[in-house]
Structure formats: structure tokens, C-alpha cells
């Protein structure tokens, strides 16, 4: 786990709300603090779909929403003259993607092993911190999942341009 500080909290708003750089995540959880404070679950409930549409999720291992869509409700209540008091939003790396760092990394794990790898954004006001995490079902020593997930976000914070300090 390392902690980050996004040094550019305008230009990275913008990537978060308007572009489309994070997109592809999966949201795990959301909370959103201005006149008052709405909390989003990103875990979809598949009886809510008709057949087709609860297959089709099915088939791609998908159980949160993806960002691309719950995020024009989080610009909704973000946007305007006043910016948040507080916000923290939890990204999850799909099962798909996760599968492929294992496979790519020689990660000495199965994807049925994790949970999952996430991404946690958190606004005070001030400042803005992205912290990494892992989490898997069983107990082991070997970090290199940590480490490979930890230097893959930072890789993806170049990619994307977000400047970022170490904490």
C-alpha cells in the first residue's frame, strides 16, 4: 500500500468527472460531502436487470458499476461555485484486468484468491490523497501483488499526467 498526493487537484477533477481516464474502473463506494453527504454503493444488484442485461453482466464477471456510468451523477452533485467539503471514492480494478496483472506479472496468486485491488480517493477540503490497497482471501506473506499493484497505479498516473507526490 502506498499513499499518494495529487498535486493538481483542478486538471485531476477534470480526468475524474469530464474525461475519461478513469472510466474503465469499477466503483466499489462513493461518498460525497457538500450540503449534505450522499454515500454510493457501486455493487450491483442483478435482479434489477431483465434477463438479457443479468446474463450479459454475468458473462463478463461484472458486480460494480462502472465508473463511465454513475459518473455524470457524481459531476452532478460535485459541479458549481462551492467545491465539496469532503469526498472518497473507491475504484476496484475489474476481474478482468486484475486476472491480467496476475498473469503478466507472475503474481504467485489466483484470481479466485482476491478480493480485489483498489483505488481510494479521499478530498478534505485541501487535500487530495489516493491511497492503493489489495485484499485477498487468504493469509500470505509474499507482497509482490501489493508492490506490482502499487507500481502499476503509479505507471497509470503518469500515463494519464497526474502529478503526485510519495507520502
Known amino acids: 500500500m502506498i499513499a499518494l498526493q495529487v498535486q493538481d487537484i483542478k486538471s485531476f477533477m477534470s480526468k475524474l468527472l ?6 474503465a474502473f469499477w466503483l466499489s463506494e462513493a461518498t460525497v460531502t457538500t450540503s449534505i453527504t450522499y454515500t454510493l454503493d457501486g455493487l450491483l444488484h442483478l435482479d434489477f436487470f431483465d434477463t438479457q442485461e443479468a446474463e450479459l453482466l454475468q458473462a463478463e464477471g461484472r458486480e460494480y458499476t462502472l465508473w463511465k456510468d454513475i459518473k455524470p451523477f457524481c459531476f452532478s452533485i460535485m459541479k458549481g461555485k462551492k ?4 469526498f472518497k ?6 476481474k478482468k484486468n486484475t486476472e491480467k496483472l496476475l498473469l503478466g506479472n507472475r503474481v504467485p496468486l489466483s484470481i479466485d484468491d482476491i478480493f ?4 481510494n480517493f479521499q478530498y478534505d477540503g485541501t487535500h487530495l490523497t489516493c491511497t492503493t490497497g ?3 482471501k487468504t493469509f500470505t506473506l509474499d507482497k509482490t501483488l501489493d508492490h ?3 507500481e502499476l497505479v503509479q505507471k497509470f498516473f503518469r500515463q494519464q499526467q497526474i502529478p503526485y507526490e510519495i507520502l
Do not use: E, N, Q, Y
Request: proline letters at 4%; hydrophobic letters at 55%; zero cysteines.
Open 18 to 23: 469530464i474525461g475519461t481516464d478513469f472510466d
Open 83 to 86: 467545491t465539496p467539503l469532503h
Open 89 to 94: 471514492i473507491v475504484f476496484m480494478l475489474s
Open 116 to 119: 480485489g485491488l483498489f483505488v
Open 134 to 136: 489489495t485484499s485477498v
Open 148 to 150: 506490482v499493484w502499487d
